[in-house]
């Protein structure tokens, strides 16, 4: 796993919720180059899977990246 992912996974799981601005960072990380790959999709699942609860926030944030899979 790249190092930004684990340093964001710890960030975003740290306390078991993932927050709006955990989600903002997220966001911010992911679509940096404009484009979402597959594993970075796969990245946000994995959060949204070990969490104990979440934002609606990362919920549209993977619906996104899933519109804009090439």
């Not at 684990?6 to 484009?35: N, P, Q």
């Amino acid at each position: 796993m790249a190092e930004w992912r684990k340093v964001a996974k710890g960030f975003a799981l740290g306390d078991g919720h993932v927050s709006i601005k955990e989600v903002d960072m997220l966001r911010t990380l992911v679509l940096k180059d404009g484009d979402v790959s597959k594993s970075e999709l796969e990245f946000l699942q994995e959060i949204k899977a070990e969490a104990k609860t979440a934002v609606k926030a990362l919920d549209e944030l993977i619906e996104e990246c899933k519109g804009m899979i090439k």
